[in-house]
């Protein structure tokens, strides 16, 4: 199993970026597939999820309106998009996939909002 996540850098307060990650080594039009994110002494925390069918998981109110997740199988790539970003986004985001009960993650892709 292999992710890899694209798409971090640095924007300022308000904008956007869209976080991509390829999957391999599985059949990745079965399975669930999640963002996560890790701030700076923080633990990490579920970002969003989508099904195999492409339904979303309760967004954290913090991300509500601003956060979205789509997938597209033929690619074997989830994407999230982030806009009207924040500070306190800033975080590493990872993509994860649950398989027979073990996570898999990404190397992760950093994310910092500043100006």
């Known amino acids: 199993v292999q992710l890899v996540e694209s798409g971090g850098g640095l924007v300022q307060p308000g904008g956007s970026l869209r976080l991509s990650c390829v999957a391999s080594?599985?059949?990745?039009?079965?399975?669930?597939m999640n963002w996560y994110r890790q701030a700076p002494g923080k633990e990490r925390e579920l970002v969003l999820g989508?099904?195999?069918?492409?339904?979303?998981?309760k967004l954290a109110d913090s991300m509500k309106g601003r956060f979205t997740i789509s997938r597209v199988n033929v690619k074997n790539t989830v994407y999230l998009q982030m806009n009207s970003l924040k500070p306190e986004d800033t975080a590493v985001y990872y993509c994860n996939v649950r398989l027979l009960g073990s996570n898999y993650w990404g190397q992760g892709t950093q994310v910092t909002v500043s100006s």
């Open positions: 989508i099904s195999s069918a492409g339904g979303t998981t």
């Open positions: 080594g599985f059949t990745f039009s079965l399975y669930a």
